[in-house]
């Protein structure tokens, strides 16, 4: 059974900072890509980034420059750190792990203009 648990979430002021993290049990997390996606109030789930299990990087355009997606695979964890918060940013996280199709249960972030 596929797991993956996110943490790290919280308030913060625009402009601050905030690390992400996922941890996942039940798969060969080294061999996995691994993504990172958001839901705001209202609006659909959105890809925000992912990493290969190659370490290759990929963002969406919206956060490109101030979140950076990293993985540990002793710690079967990838994290999100996350810099220059803006109040759009504030959403739900989730991790995604493509080749089980599981999702975490989401962490949430705000953040306060």
């Known amino acids: 059974q596929v797991q993956l648990v996110e943490s790290g979430g919280g308030l913060v002021q625009a402009g601050g900072s905030l690390r992400l993290s996922c941890t996942t049990s039940?798969?060969?997390?080294?061999?996995?890509?691994m993504r990172w996606y958001r839901q705001a109030p209202g609006k659909q789930r959105e890809f925000v980034a992912s990493i290969t299990s190659g370490s290759a990087t990929n963002y969406a355009d919206s956060v490109k420059g101030r979140f950076t997606i990293s993985r540990d695979n002793a710690k079967n964890t990838v994290y999100l750190q996350m810099n220059s918060l803006k109040p759009e940013d504030t959403a739900v996280y989730y991790c995604?792990?493509?080749?089980?199709?599981?999702w975490g249960q989401g962490t949430q972030v705000t953040v306060s203009s």
């Open positions: 039940g798969s060969i997390f080294s061999s996995n890509w």
């Open positions: 995604n792990d493509p080749r089980s199709g599981h």
